[in-house]
Structure formats: structure tokens, C-alpha cells
């Protein structure tokens, strides 16, 4: 997990995945370059079916690789997922941490982060004994340091955040463009 923005003013800070933001705009310099060749040399159906393939791929990649991120600020903890974002007041959150990603429970439910994943339990036993024997801070990578990061800002801000409720925002902006490409891919072929 990559920080692509780190504290800024307000005391936000954005943690993206690195690698698959990186794919993703390979993946979308492949496209574009995919659908200039079509455009240049298919025929007319192809042109079609070609970029409405191209096109939900893109979306995808978009989705799944480019968009997710964890957002935190003074007052919530958002985590941006694949087709919804999930805004949860610090105070709300009663638990944070999971086995095989970031998981975020409070009172209204468990949410998970798609963007990161959460400190390995196997280092949770490592850390209490060097808490305990008095060892500095143990050097932390990728997600394990964000989660450590999460969870210090939780402490911090649960008591002074204001609370307000967990707020769930479906992305129309990717649900509703993938239903059209769908039905216009399905479509397409259909009346070949």
C-alpha cells in the first residue's frame, strides 16, 4: 500500500495501492492504443464490439485497480471502494484491524477496505512483546504500517471526532456506465 498523498492541510491523508494503480494505467495506455488500431483497420462491427470491450475493461480496471483507496481525515476514516464508499466517524468504529484485509467494524456492521490490506497477525504477538520489553517502534511495511497508522489516529481522534453516522454512498458514476456497456455489448451481438 502506497501513500499517494500524505497529511495535508485539515490532517487528511490518502493511501492508494501502488502497484495497482500502476497496472491499471499500463492497462489504459494498452487500450487507447488497442482501439486507435481498431479504429484505423476494423470494419464497422468491429469498430463496435471492440470498443465496448475495451470500454468495460477499462472500467474495470478502473474500479478494481485505480480507484480504491483509504481516506483518512480528523473526523472519519473512508474507505473507497469498488462501487461504494463508506464514510465511518472515528467514533463510530468499535473495531480495526482483519485477518486478510482492513476491516472496519462499528455498530451498524463490518466494512472492508478493497485497497489495503492489514497487519499479518503473526507480527501482532511481535509487536506486544516489544512493546513490552521495551523495544523501539518495530520497522512496519506497506499495509502493516497503514494499519498501525489507522489504528494510532483512531485513538486519537475516537474521543475528540465528532460523531455523526456511518454514511454508505453507492458510486453511480461505475454501477450505472457498466450496466449500459453491458447491455449495449449484449445488444450489439445479439442483432449480428
Do not use: C
Request: aromatic letters at 6%; hydrophobic letters at 50%.
Amino acid at each position: 500500500m502506497d501513500s499517494t498523498r500524505g497529511p495535508a492541510a485539515g490532517g487528511s491523508e490518502m493511501h492508494r495501492g501502488g502497484l495497482s494503480r500502476a497496472v491499471a494505467v499500463i492497462w489504459f495506455v494498452v487500450a487507447a492504443i488497442l482501439l486507435v488500431d481498431t479504429l484505423v483497420r476494423g470494419t464497422g462491427f468491429q469498430r463496435l464490439v471492440v470498443t465496448e470491450v475495451l470500454a468495460l475493461i477499462s472500467l474495470s480496471f478502473y474500479a478494481l485497480g485505480y480507484r480504491p483507496a483509504v481516506l483518512q481525515d480528523d473526523d472519519a476514516l473512508t474507505l473507497v471502494n469498488v462501487v461504494r464508499d463508506i464514510r465511518v466517524p472515528w467514533p463510530r468504529i468499535q473495531h480495526l484491524g482483519g485477518k486478510w484485509s482492513l476491516e472496519v467494524r462499528t455498530d451498524r456492521g463490518t466494512f472492508v477496505a478493497y485497497a489495503s490490506a492489514p497487519r499479518k497477525r503473526r507480527h501482532l504477538a511481535r509487536d506486544r512483546v516489544a512493546e513490552a520489553a521495551g523495544v523501539e517502534e518495530p520497522r512496519r511495511r506497506g499495509s502493516e504500517a497503514l494499519t498501525a497508522r489507522l489504528i494510532s489516529r483512531w485513538e486519537q481522534r475516537r474521543e475528540l471526532a465528532p460523531d455523526g453516522e456511518v454514511v454508505v454512498t453507492w458510486r453511480w458514476d461505475v454501477i450505472v456506465p457498466a450496466v449500459v456497456l453491458v447491455a449495449a455489448l449484449v445488444l450489439t451481438v445479439a442483432l449480428s
